[in-house]
C-alpha cells in the first residue's frame, strides 16, 4: 500500500470566482472541496449541508485554516424551496453565483431483494433528483448571464457493478447522464457542466455504511493499493470548475487507481 501524497497547496485556480458547495460538513469529499475552493482563492464562498451544527463547525474550521470564512446555510436538496432559498442566500451574499459544486449524496448497502421502496428513492431523491434541482437552480441563474461553471459528483459505480449498491449505482449513472444532457443545453450560454467518477475516497462516514472487512477488500483493488484522500478528489474538481478546463463540457471524469 502506498502512503498518500503530501498536501498540494492552493495555485488560485479560483481567483475571483463566487463558488456554491452543497453538502459541504463532515469529513468526506464535500468538505474537502470547500476548504480547497477558499484555498485557491475563490472571492465568495457559500457552503450548504442539513446538518446544522457540522455546518457551523465546518465553517470554523475553514476560517480556522485559511483566515476565510465561508457564508453557511441550511438545505434538504430534496426540497425544491430549500434549494431556491439556498441559491437566493448565495447571491445575495456573493452577487451572483460562477461555480456550483453539487456534491449532495446518500448511499448505503442493501440486496435488492432486501431492498424497500424506501431506501430506493431516498437514496435516488438525495443522490441524482437533488442533484437536478441544483442543476436546475443554477442553469436559470447562469445562462441569462453568459458564464458559470457546474461540477458534479458521481462514482464509477455509475459504470460498475457492486453488490448491495443498487440503487446507489442508479443513482451515480443518473447523474453522469444527467451532465452530459445539461452540458449539451447549456453549452450555447457559455456555461460548463461536468463531473468526476471517484473509485474509493476514504473519510469516516464511509467506514460507517460499510459491511466490515469491504473497505479492505476494495481498497486492494486500487493501483495505490489505497482508497483516495478525500481532497484528492476535490482537486480534480477544482481544476474542471476553474478556467483551465474552458474546452470541457459534458465530461465524466474519472478519479481512480484501480487496475484496467
Not at 444527467?178 to 463531473?195: F, P
Request: hydrophobic share 40%; glycine share 10%; net charge negative.
Amino acid at each position: 500500500m502506498s502512503k498518500a501524497p503530501t498536501y498540494v497547496p492552493g495555485h488560485q485556480l479560483l481567483e475571483g470566482k463566487n463558488v456554491l458547495v452543497t453538502a459541504a460538513a463532515g469529513t468526506g469529499i464535500g468538505f474537502a472541496k470547500a476548504i480547497r475552493c477558499a484555498e485557491e482563492g475563490a472571492s465568495g464562498l457559500v457552503i450548504s449541508d442539513i446538518h446544522e451544527r457540522r455546518l457551523g463547525e465546518a465553517a470554523d474550521k475553514i476560517e480556522g485554516e485559511t483566515g476565510k470564512r465561508p457564508e453557511t446555510v441550511l438545505c434538504n436538496v430534496t426540497k425544491e424551496d430549500e434549494v431556491q432559498g439556498m441559491f437566493d442566500l448565495a447571491i445575495e451574499k456573493m452577487g451572483q453565483v460562477d461555480i456550483l459544486m453539487n456534491n449532495a449524496g446518500l448511499g448505503g448497502y442493501a440486496k435488492i431483494v432486501d431492498m424497500t421502496d424506501e431506501q430506493w428513492n431516498v437514496v435516488l431523491d438525495v443522490t441524482l433528483n437533488g442533484c437536478f434541482r441544483c442543476t436546475r437552480a443554477a442553469l436559470k441563474h447562469m445562462m441569462p448571464r453568459g458564464q458559470g461553471a457546474i461540477v458534479n459528483n458521481a462514482s464509477v459505480l455509475g459504470w460498475r457493478a457492486q453488490e448491495g449498491q443498487a440503487h446507489y449505482a442508479a443513482a451515480k449513472a443518473g447523474v453522469m447522464a444527467l451532465t452530459r444532457c445539461s452540458a449539451i443545453e447549456a453549452a450555447e450560454a457559455n456555461v460548463r457542466v461536468n463531473c468526476v467518477a471517484p473509485s474509493l475516497a476514504m473519510h469516516p462516514f464511509l467506514a460507517k455504511v460499510t459491511p466490515p472487512g469491504l473497505l479492505q477488500e476494495l481498497q486492494k483493488r486500487e493501483a495505490f493499493g489505497r482508497g483516495a484522500e478525500p481532497w484528492e478528489i476535490s482537486n480534480v474538481m477544482v481544476f474542471l470548475a476553474s478556467d483551465y478546463s474552458s474546452y470541457m463540457t459534458g465530461e465524466v471524469l474519472s478519479v481512480s487507481s484501480q487496475r484496467a
